[in-house]
């Protein structure tokens, strides 16, 4: 990112780029958003319903703390993500969810988003 002419931190790169993505991207009763934030340490997974503003379920990272590092492949924050995408797979078909749309918040389609992608695939939801 040192190349940025503004010379703006990664952070307002980044806001930019979701902005850009959110005007395209919206959700639906029948295919609801799937919202990721990733922090330093977690991340954090939303179903929200745009048309009535309501998340629909949620899950982070944090509740599965105490699981095992390593699955499939892969370790550390990954193999949490990918576990986080399948708590929240299984948390939206209780809820009826079948079909989401990807948001995957400004970040780059690698690593932990594209864990948490794979976690959903596995868990069953369709996007």
């Not at 295919?31 to 503003?53: A, C, M, N």
């Not at 944090?62 to 699955?71: G, I, P, R, S």
């Not at 924050?77 to 576990?83: D, G, I, N, Q, S």
């Amino acid at each position: 990112m040192s190349s940025n002419i503004n010379s703006q931190s990664r952070n307002q790169v980044r806001s930019v780029r979701h902005a850009r993505v959110r005007a395209k991207v919206k959700g639906t009763a029948d295919r609801p958003r799937l919202s990721v934030f990733r922090s330093i340490k977690s991340i954090y997974l939303q179903i929200i319903d745009d048309v009535t503003g309501k998340t629909v379920c949620q899950a982070n990272s944090e509740e599965l703390k105490n699981a095992k590092t390593k699955v499939e492949g892969r370790e550390g924050k990954v193999a949490l993500a990918y576990l986080t995408g399948k708590k929240i797979a299984e948390r939206a078909k209780e809820k009826g969810v079948k079909e989401i749309v990807f948001d995957r918040g400004g970040y780059r389609y690698h690593g932990r988003v594209a864990a948490v992608a794979d976690g959903m695939r596995e868990g069953g939801l369709i996007f």
